[in-house]
């Protein structure tokens, strides 16, 4: 604000009393008017913050249980809903009641109450309906045609459109599907999660080959959605963000080049505005980019070659491949993958941390800074390791030597926002800590190796928002001898952990720490806080000071059982640990002997005990890193584990998702907009 319009009142007084009052080297007339302008500012301010609170879309969060109770908004959800906002539940009331018991409605109320992606759908047209000769329907016969391949790919979800017979199970407890009065709400849990500028993995089997995960697996590739227009807009496939389908891709490549072969112009659903995926990459000394018009989709899973001209991309492994003959460089993708949230290292905002280092950053891979993260430590080094920060400005792959951190030294590795750099190994990453030094990596992928920390008296190790590849060796491993020493990991994505040394300290917070099936332990520390995790595979602690909404898919062996605490967990009922509270499946088991009237769980059968045991465990859509359902409860997961957490919550990794409590406040709304004799049933797509 400049200085006249801060100057307002003493700007308004006479001339003569400012000429005075310069005469004055302090000035007191003008220091008393200053504090008056500080006021004035003050309640104007407070009037137009009065002003937009009038406003549902522009008043502050307090009003919003105001406004909703003026028109007698219901069960508006109280309490923390990521990725919820009230305000769009109390903004849509009226246009709710004006379109009150239509699927449109319901779509959107369901998804303005979970912030999840939805798509509404009436199952009494896809009842299968005895024909009458002067009305034939061919699209509600009770036999499905097996030469529609698109149809049959689609059963089963929510674009399904084969004629079923009717089910008289009840939709709402999500038992039975299609019957005259029913309508599902499918909700679409996965994200699509931006791959920004990555280069692209080159196949063994051959050059042009390529697949779009820069680690050289396979990975589907997922539509990014797209915003809808109003309340009565239904959604579509595209809208929705779900794994692109072949089928699906193809025939809207082949649209985009029908169009422009009659001289007319069609915009590409899945590459216009905002495409799934992008191509670029070098030849003949030129950087050219993969148009609608070349690209063609095909099935890959057996690689081959596109016709001169073409570039073949399979959506549902994550290849693609150039024409025989052509030798594309320096391959470069944009593309999308499935994700349950946003944890691990990604092309997301992380939001800021702690503040560790002052100063600005040293950017890394950008004009004005080392061009390799290599090259950034070997500088850093050089010059006396003060403390630093190192900001990888791109999605790269680098390479790194070992690093050493002064005694009382801070160092911060991060990557900028919207990047993932990758740092590949070839052996282990030697990391030496001085006494009191703090090094913290945000935002990187690691793999090809793990991490071998020396870390010195009083140092620290901090990880947030990475991933280091989980693989049958170690992720990270501390010297045995090393003593008093911290490591955390917040929002990381890990294998094997290794931390044997006295008095070492580890703090893992909504992570996932992953054995890959190894035989020796996941985790292994000598002090540790575990707290709403996923852990695959066993652990070895000596002492637990507290785990909760965890979930210890293999035994946790813990020595110090006096001390510590494990709450609203599971774990295998021969783990040895601490006290234990409202733990599955031991609760259960509880819970079923005072049904009985035992008086403790071992007093039921043997036989009993097993099968219940068995009954209640994490139930996932996959445990192989890399599928986008990894870690994800299943939607056939019991209750007691995705319920079980704290407040209700589910256990594990995506407690912070709240997914509970959403589906909670859409259940206890539906009935006031649903018309009398339709049920509604909650159906999760992804």
């Not at 890959?516 to 002492?543: D, F, H, I, N, Y």
Request: glycine share 10%; proline share 6%.
């Amino acid at each position: 604000m400049s200085q006249a319009l801060r100057e307002r009142l003493y700007a308004l007084l006479p001339a003569i009393y400012r000429v005075q009052d310069a005469q004055d080297a302090s000035q007191p007339l003008r220091a008393l008017l200053a504090v008056m302008e500080g006021e004035l500012d003050a309640v104007e301010g407070d009037i137009a913050r009065l002003y937009e609170n009038w406003f549902i879309e522009t008043c502050e969060d307090w009003v919003i249980p105001y406004i909703a109770d003026l028109l007698g908004v219901a069960a508006l959800p109280s309490g923390p809903l990521q990725g919820f906002s009230p305000r769009a539940f109390a903004a849509n009331t009226l246009a709710y009641r004006r379109g009150k018991g239509t699927v449109a409605v319901l779509e959107q109320l369901a998804r303005d109450l979970t912030g999840l992606p939805a798509r509404g759908v009436e199952f009494f047209p896809r009842l299968a309906a005895t024909q009458h000769l002067q009305h034939v329907r061919h699209d509600r016969g009770a036999t499905a045609s097996l030469r529609d391949a698109g149809a049959l790919e689609l059963l089963g979800g929510a674009f399904g459109a084969i004629a079923h017979t009717a089910d008289v199970r009840r939709i709402a407890v999500a038992r039975g599907r299609h019957n005259l009065h029913n309508v599902g709400l499918f909700l679409w849990r996965l994200q699509a999660i931006p791959e920004v500028d990555v280069p692209a993995a080159a196949a063994e089997e051959g050059v042009g080959l390529f697949r779009f995960n820069v680690l050289g697996t396979d990975m589907p590739l997922f539509a990014p959605g797209r915003t809808e227009e109003g309340v009565a807009h239904l959604a579509g496939e595209a809208d929705l963000p779900g794994p692109l389908r072949r089928r699906a891709l193809y025939a809207d490549l082949n649209r985009v080049r029908a169009a422009r072969q009659a001289g007319g112009q069609a915009e590409s659903v899945y590459l216009g505005p905002t495409p799934a995926f992008a191509i670029s990459y070098e030849e003949d000394g030129e950087r050219r980019s993969v148009a609608a018009a070349e690209a063609v989709a095909c099935n890959l899973e057996t690689w081959r070659r596109p016709a001169k001209g073409q570039v073949a991309v399979d959506p549902q492994t994550g290849r693609f491949a150039f024409a025989k003959g052509r030798k594309p460089a320096h391959v470069r993708v944009r593309c999308y993958r499935g994700g349950n949230g946003l944890v691990g290292g990604g092309c997301y905002t992380r939001g800021a941390a702690e503040r560790l280092v002052e100063g600005a950053a040293v950017p890394v891979g950008a004009a004005g800074g080392p061009a390799t993260l290599k090259a950034a430590l070997e500088a850093w080094q050089s010059g006396g390791g003060q403390d630093a920060v190192l900001e990888v400005a791109d999605s790269g792959t680098h390479t790194v030597g070992a690093i050493e951190v002064p005694d009382g030294r801070r160092l911060e590795i991060r990557a900028a926002e919207q990047q993932r750099p990758l740092v590949l190994l070839r052996a282990p990453w030697k990391i030496r800590l001085g006494a009191g030094a703090v090094l913290r990596l945000d935002g990187l992928w690691v793999a090809g190796s793990g991490l071998k920390l020396a870390p010195g008296d009083g140092s620290r190790l901090a990880l947030r928002h990475c991933t280091l590849v989980p693989r049958d060796a170690f992720s990270l491993k501390a010297e045995p001898e090393a003593r008093d020493h911290q490591v955390s990991l917040q929002r990381c994505v890990t294998g094997r952990l290794e931390l044997p040394g006295e008095g070492s300290s580890l703090l893992v917070e909504e992570c996932i720490v992953d054995g890959a099936g190894g035989k020796a332990p996941t985790m292994s520390a000598a002090g540790a806080r575990v707290l709403r995790s996923t852990v695959l595979g066993a652990a070895q602690l000596r002492l637990l000071e507290l785990a909760t909404d965890c979930i210890f898919t293999g035994e946790l062996a813990t020595e110090r059982r006096q001390q510590g605490c494990v709450r609203f967990c599971f774990l295998p009922l021969s783990s040895l640990t601490p006290r234990r509270y409202r733990c599955q499946p031991e609760l259960a088991l509880a819970q079923r002997a005072r049904r009985l009237g035992l008086a403790s769980a071992g007093a039921l059968p043997a036989p009993e005990r097993e099968l219940l045991a068995r009954r209640v465990r994490p139930c996932f859509v996959s445990e192989r890193f890399g599928d986008p359902g990894y870690t994800q409860l299943a939607a056939s997961c019991p209750a007691p584990i995705a319920e079980g957490g704290e407040d209700g919550l589910e256990m594990g990794v995506w407690n912070h998702l709240l997914l509970p409590r959403r589906l909670a406040c859409l259940r206890a709304s539906l009935d006031e907009y649903l018309r009398f004799g339709l049920e509604a049933g909650i159906l999760l797509a992804t």
